[in-house]
């Protein structure tokens, strides 16, 4: 064997199972980019966790059932928040410097949550802060070996048994053989036209473990976040929801602030219904976004506590503290992925996930807001110790692996597609119409020397033919899947999708 523990993935979720699976045998870590770039290094507004002094873990139960719209599991829920704040002191004893009052801890508000409960660090870079501090530990650790633009294409299953991963590093693929192999491989933003997530968020790990035959869970339920950037020729930064925590409001082209017409909690209304109501009014004032609005806070306010927005802001020409910033809704987190139990066990032996790859039942239909680095910290924890008593099968063959096959389409016009028709509201005819042209794509797919952005796309067509899939299954609205054919939610559909290669999704 190359190690006894692979571990595909350097977010929060792998560096967090790298920490317990040391204490078991020889670790490797592979990301396909540079260590730091994930969406955890991204993540800005905060974690979750029932710790301030009038907050209870049985309110921070209620408020992410609620999220998640009937469908969350209700153990998976009940494990997160019980084990949180345990979670949170692993990181502060390992040096997480979280942003505090005087000696307290400082917790803000964000959408959906009934009490101030986010924790934050140096303001707006509460993952940097985290993933700095798992890795500085993991690092730490004589038996974690870390491999960089590394990227693993497809599981390794032989006799029903995962034995470990085919790895390419840019010119040739490579077996890696393992005692058990956790996906910690993140989200799948990159299949939407529009995204908050970093590049390498290409669902891989959903591709990969649906090739293997491991089984699939909501994956139709990706959540829109509001309020991204919305500047010619800029990423799509995220405008964090702590924004309208501490007083943004999002206005239309008519400087009115809409929210109040759509929902109760008006700027604070759950994700999807956020995000709804502000294509409704950029389709109703005919402009291509709307407005974020921060300008009633004072400019000393602003900058010491969303640093990196207002100057990331700023050096796209945007000053916040000045003027509202131009906001559109773009895919940013995936609730649904490789199903897991609540230790993190896939569906086949020796395959585990933790993150936001995986689908544990926490976030149910939607997620709350800071909850999923939460999740990873936790589950990621749980995952790693659940491996740790793995003793894996020797397994030294030489196994042939078939070849790459890349869909005859370009990545714009995927995403694009994606976008259109399994987006923030989708129909039975987009949905139908979206699953025949990537089946074309991918009839008609060709071999050839493997590249990074094949095998990117495959992983992309992939996922994006069960989110169509499963989305069109699902006929009824629920949390962030929302059809216009089927507006209401229906009770013979409160319970998770599943899907599974030669299965059909139920
Ligand atoms: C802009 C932004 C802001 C966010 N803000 C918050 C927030 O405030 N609070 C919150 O709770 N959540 C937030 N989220 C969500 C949260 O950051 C993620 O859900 C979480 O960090 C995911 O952690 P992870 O460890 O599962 O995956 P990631 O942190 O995304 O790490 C994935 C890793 O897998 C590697 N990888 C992927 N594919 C392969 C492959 N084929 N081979 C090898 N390696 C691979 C990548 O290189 C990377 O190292 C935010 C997300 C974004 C994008």
Redesign the pocket.
Known sequence: MNCDFLV?????????AAIELAKAGSVLV??????Q????????????VALSDDDEVALHEQDTLYAGDGLCDRQAVHTLVEEGPAAIQDLIDWGAEFDRDGLKLSFTR?GAHSRNR?L?AHGDS??REI?RTLYKKASSLSNVKFE?Y????DLFVVNGRTVGAI?FDGSTLRPVFARAVLL????L?RVFKE????D???G??VA?AWRAGARISNIEFVQF?PTALHVEGAPR??L???LRGEGAVLRNNADEAFMERYHELKDLAPRDVVSRSIVAEMERTGSPHVWLDLTSRDAGFIQGRFPRIYETCLAYGVDISKVAAPVHPAA??AMGGVWTDLEGRASIPGLYA?????CTGVHGANRL????????VVF?ARAGRSMATEEGVSFTGNQGWSRILVPRCSERELRELTWEQCGISRTRAGMQAALEKLQEWSAEAAGGRPTLTG??LR?LCEVATLIAQCGLWREESRGAHYRTDFPEKREEFRRASLAQLNVAAA
């Open positions: 595909i993935g350097a977010g929060v979720a792998g560096l967090r592979i990301a396909k980019d540079s260590l770039e994930s969406s955890s290094e991204y993540a800005q507004g905060g974690i979750a964000e986010i934050h509460t993952g993933a960089s590394s990227a693993i294409t790895a910690a491989t993140g989200g933003g995204t908050t997530n970093p390498v968020a290409t891989d790990g990969m976040h930064f995220l964090s929801e702590a940013h987190y933790a993150g936001e790859v995986a807001a800071s909850n999923s680095l939460l999740e990873g990621g095998i990117e992983n």
